[in-house]
């Protein structure tokens, strides 16, 4: 063909696709880059396009003329499952993108001309443009919207009937919220929350914004023991800066910042931050049945060990509601973290009582899942302690201390279900219970000679968090770390070979790798195999921009942002993340309810279509993650 020709049939494809989604915003070299590519097709009436039995995708195919019917594989006398598709749509994307069959079967409605896109082109064009990037991620995104639905309907069937705590705040409020200057007296705001029979009243300034809440709680605690007079303003007595959240947060955002501020009321502003709601534990309490006012004040007064063994099991109950909710993988594990949170320093708290440790500033470190904030239902122990020894202190009376404190607390904790850790990563072992200036030490060592264990040491207690004491330790500590780490690129060199040392389990010629594990068949360990992946590039991205966020979204978000990654793939990453994790814990509680110790292996024959389709997309995901490591370190 001529040189002329060719131009001519370029032409006219670019004319073409200029009028169609997502082409029409495509950039121009993209867009020439794909008219160069296609080949247009003839395919008659009646002939199947793609199927599943014709394999691995590979071709893209933008409808040119006629029409294309489309419907689910296996489905053919489910004849309202079809769809037909028009000039300008284009198919096998979902295929394309995870390198497998179609589970659609498209047939020919007339004669129809398509644009073939080879399997090469159509990844080369996704680097090349954003906009096509961003419409396949997209698509994807389509698809993990109905397996999270699907994912939905299964916990809801054991979760009850209960009201959604996917509610906006601004659905839940039910009257006009009550408020008052902060120069009105105490003796006029506890007249009116009589007559109004409030529970609570809040302070505005001149704009309507907030200031300040005042409650019952307070009148015995500021008003009565302190014989404080009723003509006060009631600025004097309130609390200031109450928490707020805007309307369109939902219910479950408002239960986790009670949780994470141990308050009872959330505020509702809107856009220019003036008060327009309050919501309270009642309130949520009223939507979601699980008894979360109840769970955290068991937990708060909680006077034994026994109330909090009871709290800890009403803690999974809630989450199981939450589950059958809908609410995502990433607030799950936040929401659940929180709560064990809770429950970890109300039994450090209990200890406390019966040890002798006032006048040593110290604090309890969590490790692993638990520092990250990205607990399941099946999690054991992983925690420290960091202390100040002073001259005047002997430094191996006050470690017994420690150590004795520490052994109560871990015993109590495997009572409240976080069974002891079989790696003896616990506060009660002498080598985590240490000064600063010797878990400074032992961080730098690690950084200083990276071999296996060290690096694996890494990869657990460089995700610390305090959960307990003086905050303070755990920050200096961590900025210690980054400037060892900063000090020594091949350790962070090292670290980077260490997360590349297990491969997503994507098969060549099967869509999934299964046999790692011999003695579980058929199985993929959603934690070695899938979760691992993320946080492991996560952290290495973290130590090498000084991020000080432990949990896995965070550290990406942040540290992506840094690194110039781009929005789309960026929120990609994270989706696929929060994938497994959603998998995982519907795993892990359907496990538990038929009496087996929850675990992470997953059968992918078992998923879906979708759930598989979506599966092997968050593995690719990972992929893209490993990819930027090696690139960037040179491996």
């Given at each position: 063909m001529s040189n002329s020709a060719t131009a001519m049939l370029v032409s006219a494809a670019i004319d073409f696709l200029r009028a169609y989604p997502p082409f029409d915003r495509m950039e121009a070299e993209a867009l020439r880059f794909l008219a160069e590519h296609v080949k247009l097709a003839h395919y008659p009436k009646g002939a199947r396009i793609l199927a599943s039995e014709m394999g691995v995708a590979r071709t893209l195919h933008v409808l040119q003329r006629g029409k294309v019917r489309s419907k689910p594989g296996g489905s053919a006398s489910v004849e309202h499952s079809a769809v037909t598709l028009g000039p300008g749509q284009c198919f096998s994307i979902s295929a394309l993108m995870a390198q497998q069959p179609s589970s659609t079967v498209y047939v020919a409605?007339?004669?129809v001309f398509c644009y073939d896109l080879p399997a090469d082109d159509f990844f080369s064009l996704t680097q090349k443009s954003t906009v096509f990037n961003l419409f396949c991620t997209q698509h994807i995104a389509g698809l993990l919207n109905q397996s999270q639905q699907q994912l939905q309907l299964q916990l809801a069937q054991r979760a009850g009937e209960q009201k959604t705590m996917n509610s906006p705040l601004g659905a839940i409020i039910k009257r006009q919220p009550v408020a008052v200057g902060p120069e009105t007296s105490i003796r006029q705001v506890v007249e009116l929350m009589a007559a109004r029979h409030l529970g609570s009243m809040i302070v505005v300034d001149a704009g309507q914004q907030p200031i300040g809440i005042f409650t019952l709680s307070d009148v015995l605690k500021r008003i009565v023991l302190p014989g404080a007079s009723l003509d006060q303003p009631i600025a004097s007595v309130m609390s200031p800066a109450p928490l707020t959240l805007p309307l369109a947060a939902n219910a479950h955002d408002a239960a986790l910042a009670m949780a994470m501020h141990a308050v009872r009321h959330v505020l509702a502003v809107d856009e220019g931050g003036c008060l327009q709601g309050v919501v309270s534990?009642?309130?949520?309490?009223?939507?979601?049945?699980?008894?979360l006012r109840q769970i955290r004040h068991a937990i708060d007064s909680a006077a034994s060990i026994e109330v909090l063994q009871h709290a800890r099991n009403d803690v999974r109950q809630l989450s199981l509601t939450m589950l059958a909710e809908g609410v995502g993988g990433q607030e799950m594990t936040q929401f659940i973290s929180t709560l064990n949170d809770t429950v970890t320093r109300r039994v450090i708290e209990l200890n406390l009582d019966r040890h002798d440790l006032y006048g040593i500033d110290w604090a309890w470190l969590s490790f692993g899942s638990e520092g990250r904030d990205e607990q399941t239902f099946t999690t054991d122990q992983d925690n420290g302690i960091v202390y100040l020894?002073?001259?005047?202190?002997?430094?191996?009376?006050?470690?017994?201390r420690f150590l004795e404190f520490a052994r109560?607390?871990?015993?109590?904790?495997?009572?409240?279900?976080?069974?002891?850790?079989?790696?003896?990563?616990?506060?009660?072992?002498?080598?985590?219970?240490?000064?600063?200036?010797?878990?400074?030490?032992?961080?730098?060592?690690?950084?200083?000679?990276?071999e296996p264990q060290a690096l694996l040491n890494?990869?657990?207690?460089?995700?610390?968090r305090p959960l307990y004491g003086k905050f303070n330790l755990a920050h200096r500590l961590?900025?210690?770390?980054?400037?060892?780490?900063?000090?020594?690129?091949?350790?962070?060199?090292?670290?980077?070979?260490?997360?590349l040392s297990v491969a997503p389990p994507l098969g060549r010629i099967r869509d999934f790798v299964t046999d790692a594990d011999p003695e579980h068949p058929g199985t993929i360990d959603l934690k070695k195999y899938g979760v691992r992946l993320f946080t492991d590039a996560a952290r290495v991205f973290a130590l090498a921009r000084q991020v000080e966020a432990t949990n896995t979204v965070s550290r990406l978000k942040r540290a992506g942002g840094l690194m110039h990654i781009r929005p789309d793939d960026l929120a990609a990453s994270i989706e696929g993340f929060n994938f497994l994790q959603l998998l995982r814990l519907r795993h892990q509680h359907f496990e538990q309810e038929h009496g087996r110790p929850g675990d992470n292996l997953?059968?992918?024959?078992?998923?879906?279509?979708?759930?598989?389709?979506?599966?092997k997309e968050a593995f690719r995901q990972a992929r893209k993650l490993q990819a930027r490591l090696k690139l960037d370190y040179q491996l």
């Open positions: 409605r007339d004669d534990e009642r309130d949520l309490f009223k939507l979601q049945g699980a008894g020894l002073t001259d005047i202190m002997d430094r191996e009376q006050t470690q017994l109560d607390v871990n015993d109590d904790l495997d009572k409240c279900g976080f069974p002891l850790c079989k790696g003896n990563i616990m506060a009660s072992n002498p080598e985590l219970c240490l000064t600063l200036e010797e878990w400074d030490e032992r961080f730098a060592c690690w950084v200083r000679e990276p890494a990869t657990i207690f460089f995700d610390f961590r900025l210690s770390l980054f400037r060892q780490a900063q000090g020594n690129p091949l350790f962070l060199r090292m670290l980077a070979q260490n997360a997953v059968k992918p024959d078992e998923l879906n279509e979708i759930e598989r389709r979506v599966l």
